[in-house]
């Protein structure tokens, strides 16, 4: 695959718009907070100091309070909707008012492992440091206004929050959302794509609905947390922040900090995470916490347990019995949806399609569990997927098509980082 990762390379160099990377040119046209940090990844394969670079981007961004914002909107664009104007956050740069999956963690204790591991310790220590303050008021964000009912777990207000923007575990918890209000809007994705890898407009005016909540809410997190219609336990953010909260402690070490804070955060996590185990469907899943309804998917992201650290047998081998059913019934894995679900979608977006990034984490967690061949399918599967078909946004996991945009910078980096396996 030497091709293949010249043009990784090259994608990421031509998605470079000079301090941080666009997910994709035309359909995503700014920063994107969960797309960076990967793409850090992928630049660390070859360019160091960029690395880090896309990193600091994102935390220029960040919100007093220790916010860090899912878009970052460095400069114009009206290929995108909703752009700053909708958002108004009033802040300089415009950002969005929601977050995103806090993954940064994890991949800065990565990037500093690595540099450490070329003897590069004493030039990037101080920016070690200073992203570690960020990382940490970020995770305290989480902490403070993200876990109402204290079960360990991170709440999301927003489906875009979640990163998996129309998986079907929102479409129970999003009923509630009133859309009679929302108003004439032009989208700009359905310009740029086949509409039929989108969501739907029911999916987009509720997507608007919440950005209007939380605008005419002046984006206070606190009173939104209070009154938001969409609150929804999220197992991929859940399982996610508990991973990054152990590479953040592992950071805290390295670096000769306090981590009092962070193992405290683990702690009410892995003590309150069974409250996304599905007793009766036997996984992982979201929770609606305005109803306490599990949403009873089987999705890409109930296999981030692995990732997260938890080492549960029992429910670990439900697991794996759902990913040997799903693994007998694909040709890629992972599908976004269960495939024996009647609402898959092979191409729509999160109700089917293979997501490289998530892949990553999968692949990780099970390797780290001792899962080896389990972990080398997703892996090969994945990178089968780039070398036959490209650098799609998605990939469908039936037959290997691309979904969404091409070029796309997350599955360069994902290539590039997962050149061996580890
Ligand atoms: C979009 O606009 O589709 C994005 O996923 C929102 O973050």
Same mark, same amino acid.
């Given at each position: 695959?030497?091709?293949?990762?010249?043009?990784?390379?090259?994608?990421?160099?031509?998605?470079?718009?000079?301090?941080?990377?666009?997910?994709?040119?035309?359909?995503?046209?700014?920063?994107?907070?969960?797309?960076?940090?990967?793409?850090?990844?992928?630049?660390?394969?070859?360019?160091?100091?960029?690395?880090?670079?896309?990193?600091?981007?994102?935390?220029?961004?960040?919100?007093?309070?220790?916010?860090?914002?899912?878009?970052?909107?460095?400069?114009?664009?009206?290929?995108?909707?909703?752009?700053?104007?909708?958002?108004?956050?009033?802040?300089?740069?415009?950002?969005?008012?929601?977050?995103?999956?806090?993954?940064?963690?994890?991949?800065?204790?990565?990037?500093?492992?690595?540099?450490?591991?070329?003897?590069?310790?004493?030039?990037?220590?101080?920016?070690?440091?200073?992203?570690?303050?960020?990382?940490?008021?970020?995770?305290?964000?989480?902490?403070?206004?993200?876990?109402?009912?204290?079960?360990?777990?991170?709440?999301?207000?927003?489906?875009?929050?979640?990163?998996?923007?129309?998986?079907?575990?929102?479409?129970?918890?999003?009923?509630?959302?009133?859309?009679?209000?929302?108003?004439?809007?032009?989208?700009?994705?359905?310009?740029?794509?086949?509409?039929?890898?989108?969501?739907?407009?029911?999916?987009?005016?509720?997507?608007?609905?919440?950005?209007?909540?939380?605008?005419?809410?002046?984006?206070?997190?606190?009173?939104?947390?209070?009154?938001?219609?969409?609150?929804?336990?999220?197992?991929?953010?859940?399982?996610?922040?508990?991973?990054?909260?152990?590479?953040?402690?592992?950071?805290?070490?390295?670096?000769?900090?306090?981590?009092?804070?962070?193992?405290?955060?683990?702690?009410?996590?892995?003590?309150?995470?069974?409250?996304?185990?599905?007793?009766?469907?036997?996984?992982?899943?979201?929770?609606?916490?305005?109803?306490?309804?599990?949403?009873?998917?089987?999705?890409?992201?109930?296999?981030?347990?692995?990732?997260?650290?938890?080492?549960?047998?029992?429910?670990?081998?439900?697991?794996? *019995?759902?990913?040997?059913?799903? $693994?007998? /019934? !694909? +040709?890629?894995?992972?599908?976004? #949806?269960?495939? &024996?679900?009647?609402?898959?979608?092979?191409?729509?977006?999160?109700?089917?399609?293979?997501?490289?990034?998530?892949?990553?984490?999968?692949?990780?967690?099970?390797?780290? *569990?001792?899962?080896?061949?389990? $972990?080398? /399918? !997703? +892996?090969?599967?994945?990178?089968? #997927?780039?070398? &036959?078909?490209?650098?799609?946004?998605?990939?469908?996991?039936?037959?290997?098509?691309?979904?969404?945009?091409?070029?796309?910078?997350?599955?360069?980096?994902?290539?590039? *980082?997962?050149?061996?396996?580890?």
């Amino acid at each position: 695959m030497t091709q293949d990762f010249n043009t990784a390379r090259a994608i990421l160099e031509a998605n470079d718009r000079g301090g941080y990377t666009v997910p994709n040119g035309r359909v995503y046209p700014f920063q994107w907070n969960w797309d960076s940090a990967f793409v850090a990844l992928g630049f660390d394969t070859f360019d160091r100091d960029r690395a880090w670079i896309e990193i600091e981007s994102l935390f220029r961004a960040q919100w007093p309070g220790g916010f860090v914002p899912h878009i970052v909107f460095w400069q114009e664009d009206e290929g995108y909707f909703p752009g700053p104007g909708v958002w108004d956050s009033g802040r300089t740069p415009p950002t969005s008012g929601i977050t995103q999956p806090p993954v940064a963690a994890t991949i800065v204790r990565k990037l500093w492992e690595s540099a450490l591991a070329a003897g590069q310790a004493d030039a990037y220590q101080a920016r070690a440091e200073a992203l570690f303050d960020g990382l940490l008021a970020w995770h305290r964000w989480f902490a403070d206004h993200r876990d109402p009912g204290g079960h360990g777990v991170v709440v999301a207000m927003h489906p875009w929050e979640t990163g998996r923007d129309n998986s079907p575990e929102w479409d129970a918890p999003g009923e509630s959302i009133d859309v009679s209000n929302v108003g004439d809007y032009v989208r700009r994705d359905t310009g740029h794509l086949d509409a039929k890898m989108r969501p739907t407009k029911l999916e987009y005016d509720r997507y608007l609905a919440l950005v209007q909540f939380g605008r005419a809410a002046g984006w206070d997190h606190p009173a939104i947390a209070r009154s938001n219609p969409f609150q929804v336990a999220d197992v991929g953010m859940s399982m996610i922040l508990l991973r990054a909260n152990r590479d953040l402690l592992a950071l805290a070490q390295a670096l000769g900090r306090d981590g009092d804070e962070i193992a405290a955060w683990i702690a009410r996590a892995e003590a309150g995470i069974h409250y996304l185990w599905d007793g009766e469907r036997r996984t992982w899943c979201s929770r609606d916490l305005r109803t306490g309804r599990s949403s009873g998917y089987v999705t890409s992201a109930s296999f981030l347990s692995f990732y997260a650290g938890l080492r549960d047998p029992q429910s670990d081998e439900a697991m794996l *019995a759902h990913f040997d059913r799903i $693994a007998g /019934r !694909v +040709r890629y894995m992972v599908p976004s #949806l269960d495939p &024996d679900d009647p609402g898959f979608q092979m191409i729509r977006y999160w109700r089917g399609p293979v997501w490289a990034v998530v892949n990553w984490m999968i692949g990780h967690g099970l390797a780290e *569990a001792g899962h080896r061949a389990r $972990a080398e /399918r !997703v +892996r090969s599967d994945t990178l089968a #997927l780039i070398r &036959d078909t490209g650098f799609y946004e998605a990939f469908s996991p039936l037959d290997g098509s691309g979904s969404g945009g091409d070029d796309f910078s997350w599955t360069a980096a994902i290539a590039l *980082a997962w050149q061996t396996p580890g």
